[in-house]
């Protein structure tokens, strides 16, 4: 947090000038800069920062003078249903994908499976999206471009939802897909495997059952540890598509050098990269019974 406050108050720009305009006179800027106590010294700011975030108080927006904690719950379902549907479509597609690879080593398949996951990869996530919007809602006008949907109606919402949701889900099918290739093949090697082998199990069973269970214990890790830049990607996804979630009202903040609500923003999107850390980490024992008897 404290990395965060240092980032967000030495960015260029006066927050007054910029909300009141170039030809606010000094008295009505150093009238609003005392209101907001944007003319206290920084470390006056840091402290009383730290202290209404341990109490709970993200501070008030400086333009409609709303709570920040409001603003940012109201974002946050936006960004949350984005972020899980992306990642967990890119893994529904991305495991199964890699696991079929790695049956298929060397095959003509494989290689395919390779190149498309590699361009995948190497594509930035902002251009995804630049992309499938002007193919699918400005060419084809098969989706929206913008927004996040009417208030209430699911339907409505998961229409929009799925432009944004793809352009997120499809760099990280190729991350998924590479990495669980290529752990399920060094999976195949272990003396489990050969053991089961051994009994007259069959080649699809020991892959599925075991060599790619016991695989999901790192590719679950990655998924945990890789949902910081996922979120990164959903911030710049969101502003593509003017999507209301957390991502868009950082950036607006940021613009307007809104700093409770760019602070604010950024405090909720650290805490939610955390969690899902940790519930990556407990989550392994259920995948992998070796972790359990341990």
Avoid at 47 to 70: A, C, S, W, Y
Avoid at 99 to 123: C, E, H, N, P, Q
Avoid at 229 to 245: D, H, S, Y
Wanted: no cysteine.
């Amino acid at each position: 947090m404290v990395l965060l406050f240092i980032m967000i108050q030495f960015m260029p720009g006066n927050p007054a000038t910029i909300l009141l305009g170039p030809r606010a006179s000094p008295e009505i800027i150093a009238n609003f800069e005392e209101k907001m106590g944007l003319n206290q010294p920084i470390y006056v700011q840091f402290g009383k920062f730290m202290f209404n975030v341990f109490q709970g108080d993200l501070g008030k927006d400086i333009l409609t003078h709303r709570p920040v904690r409001e603003l940012v719950l109201n974002a946050l379902p936006y960004t949350i249903v984005l972020a899980f549907t992306g990642m967990g479509v890119a893994a529904i597609i991305g495991i199964p994908l890699g696991a079929f690879a790695a049956a298929y080593r060397d095959s003509l398949l494989d290689k395919i499976t390779g190149v498309i996951s590699v361009s995948f990869i190497t594509m930035p996530s902002f251009v995804k999206a630049i992309v499938l919007l002007l193919v699918f809602a400005v060419i084809l006008k098969w989706f929206p471009a913008t927004g996040g949907g009417e208030p209430g109606n699911i339907l409505d919402q998961l229409y929009h939802l799925i432009l944004p949701m793809a352009a997120i889900a499809i760099g990280w099918i190729g991350y998924i897909a590479r990495l669980t290739r290529a752990v399920v093949l060094d999976e195949l090697t272990e003396d489990y495997v050969r053991t089961a082998r051994a009994k007259g199990v069959s080649e699809r069973m020991t892959l599925y059952k075991h060599a790619l269970r016991s695989a999901m214990v790192p590719v679950v890790s990655f998924i945990g540890v890789g949902f910081g830049t996922l979120l990164g990607g959903t911030v710049l996804t969101e502003v593509v598509f003017n999507r209301p979630g957390i991502g868009t009202l950082i950036y607006n903040a940021v613009k307007a050098r809104n700093f409770p609500v760019a602070e604010g923003g950024l405090i909720i999107a650290v805490f939610l990269y955390a969690f899902v850390n940790m519930m990556a980490d407990l989550s392994h024992g259920f995948i992998d019974p070796r972790m359990r008897t341990e």
